[in-house]
């Protein structure tokens, strides 16, 4: 589980990095990625929202129980 969570964390970092370095180098981040009717974006832009989406939904699903659970016992 720690492990799964450093995963999330280290692509949120990851991709605030990745975005960060374009920014400081180039002035702008350059989006390349198109989907129509939603939005244009990036690479990094996908691995901070699925990292922070699915720290939330570990948030919310697994630590939440664990917690409940710890509860119960006591």
């Known amino acids: 589980v720690i492990l799964v969570s450093s995963y999330l964390f280290a692509s ?15 002035g702008e ?11 244009v974006f990036n690479i990094a832009d996908i691995a901070i929202n699925i990292g ?12 939440i129980r664990s917690s409940r659970a710890h509860t119960k016992k006591t």
């Open 29 to 39: 981040v350059t989006d390349f990625l198109l989907v129509p009717g939603f939005s």
């Open 52 to 63: 922070v989406i699915l720290v939330l939904g570990y948030y919310l699903f697994v630590h």
């Open 12 to 26: 949120i970092i990851g991709g605030s990095i990745g975005n960060g370095w374009e920014r400081f180098f180039y």
